[in-house]
């Protein structure tokens, strides 16, 4: 399997921002973390992805971008975020779910994730931390992005997401791709990405016949000059460690401490981003609780 990457181009005189990214390792990673079912699956690594190709136009190592899909769906909701360097982590509240197909073999993403609000924070290394939101148009998340994208960002985009499940509930292909379009951008040249993003249809499958971002970039923007300026790798990453996780821990109240403690009983602390679960001996939870005594 090729590795997880997406690349960064633009074209027509510098009016076409284009970007595209092979996600199928993150994604599977995303789903064995989460244990997520199939529609759970595909609406994560769609998000994921989502996030990556957003989080491409990042340039500084310190920022970082969230992606929040707020959903009255049985999801109920996503949440993922990705740096400048390529780290991508995210989960769905709940990844037991299966909902009714749309169609037969289609995951209905739409209906498990509802309706409700998408938001995109940036926390950018000069203007600071900045959050647009919309409404969510299908659920679907590449319609739901490029909306926001044109509508609150003003920036005319089209999104495609795609992830192909195999029977075994595992991820066989994912990838995606992200057109931004500037004011000056022509009518012909329009037409023609219209037209190619039509000739191109489902991502997923395009990764899965082993095209990669280069691959698809060239039939995306087939017919248009263009130049690639970056090649950036991606992976599944979490920001989680057990220093951190102890820190989570000092937060606890008193008398939650205290309790803790008289019972001598350990901690647990699970990371919502990775799923991975931080254990604490009766002795730690003792010995945080002294620190925050010699706080006082
Ligand atoms: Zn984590």
């Not at 500037?182 to 990405?193: I, K, N, Q, V």
């Not at 403690?261 to 602390?269: H, Q, T």
Request: negative net charge.
């Amino acid at each position: 399997m090729m590795a997880d990457y997406l690349v960064r181009a633009i074209g027509a005189g510098g009016n076409v921002r284009a970007f595209a990214a092979v996600t199928t390792a993150l994604a599977d990673e995303a789903r064995r973390r989460h244990d997520t079912w199939p529609v759970a699956t595909a609406a994560l690594g769609r998000a994921l992805t989502g996030t990556a190709l957003l989080a491409a136009t990042l340039k500084d190592p310190d920022e970082s971008l969230t992606l929040r899909v707020a959903g009255d769906g049985p999801l109920r909701g996503i949440l993922c975020d990705s740096d400048e360097q390529g780290r991508v982590r995210g989960y769905v509240v709940e990844p037991h779910v299966d909902v009714e197909p749309s169609s037969p073999g289609k995951l209905n993403v739409g209906a498990a994730v509802g309706s409700g609000m998408l938001y995109v924070t940036r926390q950018l290394a000069l203007q600071g931390i900045y959050t647009g939101s919309c409404e969510l148009v299908s659920g679907e998340i590449a319609e739901d992005l490029a909306y926001y994208l044109t509508r609150s960002e003003q920036t005319p985009s089209a999104v495609g997401l795609g992830v192909r499940v195999a029977p075994d509930g595992s991820v066989v292909a994912a990838g995606g791709y992200m057109l931004q379009l500037m004011p000056a951008t022509t009518d012909a040249d329009r037409d023609r990405l219209e037209e190619n993003l039509g000739r191109l249809g489902s991502v997923s499958l395009a990764v899965e016949k082993g095209m990669t971002p280069e691959e698809i970039l060239a039939a995306v923007l087939e017919g248009i000059d263009y130049q690639i300026l970056e090649r950036r790798d991606l992976r599944f990453a979490c920001r989680c460690s057990r220093e951190r996780a102890l820190g989570a821990i000092a937060l606890l109240d008193e008398s939650e401490l205290n309790a803790l403690v008289d019972e001598d009983r350990g901690a647990e602390l699970t990371c919502h981003f990775c799923n991975e679960v931080y254990r604490f001996s009766p002795e730690e939870v003792r010995r945080v609780r002294q620190g925050m005594q010699a706080k006082q």
